[in-house]
């Protein structure tokens, strides 16, 4: 098993978080994980993107061209790192910030989520990568959602702990979309 996803929006969205989350999950899963985070100098509010590779066997580089998903959180990472989606790939798109039927291309799977509204919904916009993250796990079985939520403590500071619920239910909620929309 390899799989590769980007991951990106802007500095702030929580991207480089839920790269760490979904590294921490298949570690605790016995996979080979490579996490690599790359941010504008900008930080909060400049672009944030990474790059997450799981894999059964070792990986030989963390560097990914063509990578098998996306997550775009916003308009300007869904325009840099579409085309270089491999055919059949999986894209999350954030129809929140977005909008839906922006993905032109026939050769992926498009999932749209309207991630920032979900997170409203549950407590809080910052959790919108959280929904995108939990709607990519279930679309895509990189990992257990499980493992995921079992992740969140492990990535997410003592000093924030209380907020633990509210991002598993976020990422259940971002899930739940996924199957919903499979029905």
Do not use: H, W
Request: hydrophobic share 45%.
């Amino acid at each position: 098993m390899y799989y590769d996803v980007i991951m990106a929006g802007f500095g702030g969205q929580g991207i480089l978080m839920i790269g760490n989350v979904l590294s921490i999950a298949a570690i605790g899963e016995k996979k080979n994980v490579t996490y690599f985070p790359v941010y504008g100098v900008e930080m909060r509010g400049g672009t944030a993107n990474c790059t997450v590779i799981v894999s059964d066997e070792e990986i030989g580089s963390p560097i990914v061209g063509n990578p098998m998903s996306l997550i775009a959180m916003n308009g300007p990472s869904l325009e840099k790192f579409l085309p270089t989606v491999k055919r059949g790939g999986v894209v999350v798109v954030n129809t929140s910030l977005i909008g839906n039927g922006k993905v032109e291309r026939d050769d992926v799977e498009v999932v749209e989520v309207p991630a920032n509204d979900v997170a409203e919904k549950v407590g809080s916009q910052q959790l919108a990568s959280m929904v995108a993250l939990g709607a990519f796990v279930e679309k895509t079985k990189i990992v257990s959602l499980d493992s995921v939520i079992s992740a969140l403590p492990k990535v997410i500071s003592k000093r924030y702990e209380k907020l633990i619920p509210l991002n598993i239910q976020a990422i259940k909620e971002g899930s739940s979309l996924v199957r919903n929309q499979e029905r």
